[in-house]
């Protein structure tokens, strides 16, 4: 589904792009209901001046410029303002990905060419990948300047919108660095390195939405809940008894792992 069309530009060259949305909400939702008959609960909009319900085609955004008094403004009204420049992505400057925090990553989007831009869009991606850069844009989206990561894969570009540095929070809770002997540091090395292993997004799954689903089918059958088992694994108090335990129990996984794809 096509989230909104743009086009990305830097220097005199102008790519015509296409943005799709990338995630989908796979979550289960309750509904909330009344706790006396179970009838669906229900929110109305209605007029604070009249006290009607008020249909969605009957809304329309207005600014309160002083007490009780508003300027109604239109979508049509916001577009026309907008110059080329606002309703393009114009890239500002490049930077290297490993610059960036992840937490200035908000919305990603799949970019993918436009008839014509196939090219330029190209062009673009393979000189990211090469230079191992990602660009810095911006465009106006909705009645905001978003700031925007365009980012290069190999079988494509996606483009994060990002927040400003004034969205981000500073760190609550600073703490006071131990010391960590070397010793314990291989250890940990060692245990990183025995999980080390490529990343495929395909393997993981939501376990908790799937125990979810199980619960309300339980629930529709008539079928009692049964509560989890506690976890039996004993606390290891000693972090260097923990490490060896964790880097002997990956190694052994990785082993059985090994062995059932060879079987």
Known sequence: MISRKSVITFGMVAIPIAMYT??????????QLHKEDNSRIRYKKTCAHCGKEIASGDIVKGYEYDTDKYVVVTDEEIEKIKTEKEKSI???????????????????YQAAPETGGEKAFELLRASLMSEQKIAIGKT??????????????????????????????????????????????????????????????????????????????????????????????GKVIDLMDALRASVEKAEKDKKDKKDKETA
């Open 22 to 31: 990338t995630t989908q909400d796979n979550d289960i939702h309750f509904n």
């Open 140 to 233: 106006v989206m909705g009645t905001s300047d978003t700031l925007m990561a365009i980012i290069p894969r190999e079988d494509g570009i996606l483009i994060s919108t990002m927040f400003y540095a004034d969205d981000i929070k500073g760190i609550q809770k600073q703490y006071t660095k131990p010391d960590v002997s070397e010793q314990e540091l291989n250890m940990a090395k060692m245990l990183i390195n025995s999980m080390d292993t490529p990343f495929d997004p395909s393997k993981y799954k939501d376990e908790y939405q799937a125990k979810l689903r199980e619960l309300i089918e339980t629930k529709i059958s008539g079928k009692e809940i049964v509560a989890a088992e506690p976890d039996s694994s």
């Open 90 to 108: 114009q890239i500002l400057h490049f930077a290297q990905l490993n610059q960036i925090s992840p937490v200035y990553y908000d919305k990603t």
